[in-house]
């Protein structure tokens, strides 16, 4: 079974690298940067360079517009 699901924010910590809500240009320019530098210039962290794994928080929504819930998602980064 497959299912599609569209993220309608994404978060690290407290900051939003992406949100349904944002403008349009904003998303665009987002879209074009990797995982580790939307948390860099938007988290506006500095992480180790031991730091490998980071930890985002994901809402998302099925082909019926219906909320989904998802656990944190660890992405490897380096």
């Given at each position: 079974m497959v299912?599609?699901?569209q993220i309608?924010?994404?978060?690290?910590?407290?900051s939003f690298?992406?949100?349904?809500?944002?403008h349009a240009s904003k998303i665009k320019d987002r879209m074009a940067l990797?995982?580790?530098?939307?948390?860099?210039t938007f988290g506006e962290v500095t992480l180790s360079p031991e730091e490998t794994k980071?930890?985002?928080?994901i809402?998302?929504?099925n082909a019926n517009k219906e909320d989904v819930e998802?656990?944190?998602v660890v992405a490897k980064v380096r």
């Open positions: 299912i599609f699901l309608t924010m994404l978060s690290f910590e407290k690298l992406h949100a349904d809500f944002l990797t995982l580790l530098d939307l948390v860099i980071i930890c985002f928080s809402s998302c929504i998802l656990p944190d």
